[in-house]
């Protein structure tokens, strides 16, 4: 049986869907990206990835298409004991979203949820001092927001960047990611305008590295290294 992958604002490339190991790293990526993006190249637009792993992708996007790069710092909320797995994501200023039925198997109380935030809120205070210093956040206002990760397993962590990149006004919000699985799509489509993903999977097991021939987990400094290229 043929999966229908295709749906409202989704633009994809056929001849990825369902396939592993197609980008060489995260650059290679940005750059496919970039062609899917191309009419948005000297638009009032901007750049906003995610970091870690969002940053390379964004930052290739952004100088083929000679936009403005900054980030929207978003962490997971991690499972008790299990904190490679999360039930939910918070942002910058606070907007969470929660995985109700983790939550509610877990049988997590708002107490412990407060705690767990309590808790990223200093990791992503962090984040954000050592990524951005004094820079302030960019002004949205009537621009095009293009969110940028390196793929979506769950797309919790996407949907409460959405949110929160919406309270600032942007006239449109558009994802790109190079890959991600189906469920994750369908479940940021109603928060976004576009999205544009490359590489389209589903079933039950899905890691977004198997999308990457080169895939490792970034350092700090070199995120660091992207947005001093970029903001130079």
């Known amino acids: 049986m043929t999966e229908h992958f295709s ?3 989704m633009v994809d490339d056929e001849s990825l869907r369902s396939r592993s190991y197609v980008f060489k790293d995260r650059i290679h990526a940005g750059e496919l990206l970039a062609e899917k ?3 948005h190249k000297g638009e009032n637009a901007i750049v906003l990835a995610i970091p870690a792993g969002g940053v390379p992708v964004g930052y290739r ?8 790069l900054d980030l929207i710092v978003v962490r997971k909320l991690p499972i008790p004991y299990n904190p490679e797995a999360g039930f939910g994501a918070l942002t910058t200023d606070g907007t969470i979203v ?12 708002k107490e412990e949820i407060d705690m ?3 808790e990223r809120m200093r990791e992503i205070k962090e984040r954000i001092r050592k ?3 004094d820079r302030p956040f960019p002004d949205l ?4 927001a293009i969110i940028v990760d390196d793929g979506l397993a769950s797309g919790y962590t996407m949907t409460a960047a959405i949110l929160s990149v919406r309270k600032h006004g942007p006239k449109r919000i558009v994802v790109a990611v190079p890959t991600a699985h189906l469920g994750a799509l369908q479940k940021i489509s109603p928060y976004t305008d576009e999205i544009i993903c490359l590489n389209i999977r589903s079933g039950f097991l899905f890691a977004v590295a198997d999308a990457y021939l ?3 987990d970034l350092e700090d400094s070199e995120v660091i290294d992207y947005l001093r290229k970029a903001w130079r």
Request: aromatic letters at 16%; hydrophobic letters at 40%.
């Open 214 to 216: 080169n895939w490792y």
């Open 131 to 133: 990524f951005r210093g």
């Open 141 to 144: 206002k009537e621009k095009v």
């Open 37 to 39: 993006l191309w009419k």
């Open 7 to 9: 749906f409202n604002k």
């Open 116 to 118: 767990y935030a309590s």
């Open 61 to 68: 996007i952004a100088v083929k298409l000679q936009l403005p």
């Open 98 to 109: 929660l995985n109700e039925p983790e939550v509610e198997e877990l049988g997590l109380t």
